[in-house]
């Protein structure tokens, strides 16, 4: 039962225009969302995170979206580079799991591709 | 400052064996994560240590897999009697606190069970 989907395995889009990476969750106890970006042979580093009190929070070229009643959010990349070319994780946690929210659950990625 | 280490970068094995995984974290961070990603999967929470506390150890798919850390910073993953589907990349984490957003990641170590 995956509680968190990337339901798109990979998007490619040209340099200068907009990235979208989507994210659905099924688990409404989740209240704080996060994306990270992966390169090949490197480790996951965090990009921009979201509480469930926003609903938009932007960090230069990075923007998340929260839409809680569709339980979807949304990473914009504007303008794209093709250094943004990398495997995009969401993850997601709940401040009220017990004390455990550190656990993070993670998507499957979205592999995106910036062409030049 | 160097960031989260992980070594081996790769290891293959055979069924069977048991293999032992290691990871540095960043210093001065007291919590430590390790996570797993199989192939076309995202990544699975396996143990989560802070400081002196007891380990939470919920995520560790079976009783072949064990954890320690020791004196509060390094820490090893043992897998005994390595199956084929515990083939998967896995990786260290570490944060100051344990927040969520701080986690810093160690680029991995890809074992292969065959």
């Known amino acids: 039962d995956q509680q968190v989907k990337q339901n798109s395995p990979s998007l490619s889009v040209q340099e200068g225009r907009i990235s979208i990476l989507n994210c659905d969750y099924t688990?409404?106890?989740?209240?704080?969302f996060l994306w990270y970006k992966k390169y090949p042979a490197e480790g996951p580093t965090f990009l921009i995170s979201?509480?469930?009190?926003?609903d938009k929070n932007e960090d230069g070229r990075f923007t998340v979206f929260l839409n809680k009643s569709a339980k979807h959010l949304s990473l914009h990349i504007v303008p794209s580079q093709p250094g943004d070319s990398a495997v995009y994780f969401c993850?997601?946690?709940?401040?009220?799991?017990?004390?455990?929210?550190?656990?993070?659950?993670f998507g499957k990625g979205t592999l995106l591709t910036v062409n030049p | 400052g160097a960031g989260v280490s992980q070594s081996p970068s790769n290891k293959v094995t055979e069924k069977g064996k048991d293999v032992e995984l290691r990871c540095d974290p960043i210093?001065?961070?007291?919590?430590l994560y390790w996570y797993r990603q199989s192939l076309g999967q995202g990544l699975e929470f396996l143990i989560y240590?802070?400081?002196?506390?007891?380990?939470?150890k919920s995520g560790l798919p079976s009783d072949r897999f064990s954890a320690e850390r020791t004196g509060g910073s390094v820490s090893t993953l043992t897998i005994q009697r390595t199956q084929q589907e515990d083939s998967a990349v896995y990786l260290c984490?570490?944060?100051?606190?344990?927040?969520?957003?701080?986690?810093?990641f160690g680029p991995g170590t890809r074992l292969t069970v065959l």
């Open positions: 240590f802070q400081g002196n506390s007891a380990p939470d």
């Open positions: 993850a997601a946690s709940s401040s009220n799991s017990g004390g455990s929210n550190y656990k993070l659950t």
């Open positions: 984490a570490s944060s100051l606190r344990p927040l969520y957003n701080e986690q810093f």
């Open positions: 688990n409404s106890m989740f209240d704080y």
């Open positions: 979201i509480s469930s009190i926003k």
């Open positions: 210093s001065g961070h007291t919590a």
